[in-house]
Each structure stands twice: as C-alpha cells, then as structure tokens.
C-alpha cells in the first residue's frame, strides 16, 4: 500500500478569468488553514465538506504544500492515492470561466508503488497514464541496460535498485505525453 503521494498540477492554457479564479480558490485555502502548516486541497471549494461528501474517492488528506502563481501550478501531498476526483472538480470550475481550460497533473507514490500523470482540456479527461511498480521497474530495466550498454539482460534486482534514477524520466515522459494531447 502507498504512503504519501506527492503532486504537481499545472494550467497550461488559461485565460484571465481562470488564472484568477484559480489564484482566489488558493487563497480561500490558505485562509482556512489558520495555524496549520499546510492548506488542505478541499479547502479551495466554497463548500469543502460538500465536496467530500459527493465524491466517490478521494485520498484521506491532500495537502498543497506550494503555489506559484505565476505559472500557475501547485505542489502537494496526499494520503495513499492522487487527489485526481479533486482536480476533476477544480477543472469543472475552471472550465465555467474558461472553456479553453488546460491542465496536466502528474504524482508518484513515496515507495514508487504507482506513478502517473493526468491531461484536461476543459472539464474532460483526455489522457490518464497510471504505471504500476512492475511497469516502473521494466522501464528502469530498459534505461539501465541502455546506460550500462549491456545486451545482458537486467535483473528485477539490478532495476529496483535503479529505480529511483529513473522515476523523473518516467515521469517527465508521461506528463509529456499527456501535453501533447492539449494542442
């Protein structure tokens, strides 16, 4: 079972009213979080808990540990899944200002258990790339036996333990490939 899972979502496309309304939405969290460290994700609804009572599955905890307003991303940290249902939400406002909206999100589990990446245009999903530990470990398998220049193949081992090199690739690759279906 994952821990935590950390998460990155970015606006690729956004007109005024979106990158603002997006900014006021963070804003509404940080307010709510008075004294505690992190603002929670459901915090940047007008009705939090009617959010989490609506939504299927969302993870226990979702916290946004850094904004950047500028190029319009966050940075957070949930419990044991992505907050994916969360930003599926978010999109659905934006796209109410916005009908151009775009957005990519892309998350990895602490223990490497799962890695994905998320594409929206608009309020639709068109791209969903979720990889699991095996699909993980034969693409370190693949990029250390390019590294090493082996034709040998490369053990379960040999890529555990090479894993970790290679998960920013990975993950760049996916959220790369879901940008390419935004345009």
Excluded at 51 to 65: D, G, L, M, T
Excluded at 90 to 97: D, G, P, S, T, Y
Excluded at 129 to 156: C, G, Q, T
Aim: charged residues 30%; contains cysteine; aromatic residues 12%.
């Amino acid at each position: 079972m994952a821990n935590h899972v950390n998460w990155c979502f970015k606006l690729r496309t956004a007109n005024e009213a979106a990158s603002n309304l997006l900014e006021s939405m963070y804003h509404r969290a940080e307010k709510a979080k008075g004294d505690s460290r992190d603002a929670h994700l459901t915090d940047i609804f007008e009705s939090p808990q009617q959010v989490i009572e609506e939504a299927y599955s969302i993870p226990k905890w979702s916290f946004i540990e850094e904004h950047d307003q500028y190029q319009n991303r966050m940075f957070g940290q949930s419990a044991w899944s992505a907050p994916d249902e969360l930003f599926d939400r978010l999109m659905e406002e934006l796209f109410r200002v916005d009908e151009n909206v775009s957005a990519v999100m892309r998350y990895d589990d602490e223990c490497l258990e799962f890695v994905g990446a998320i594409a929206w245009k608009g309020d639709e999903v068109v791209y969903h790339d979720h990889s699991d530990f095996e699909e993980i470990r034969e693409y370190a398998k693949v990029r250390l036996a390019e590294k090493l220049e082996s034709s040998e193949p490369v053990s379960n081992e040999s890529a555990e333990a090479a894993m970790r090199d290679f998960v920013w690739d990975y993950l760049l690759q996916i959220e790369e490939e879901g940008d390419s279906y935004l345009n």
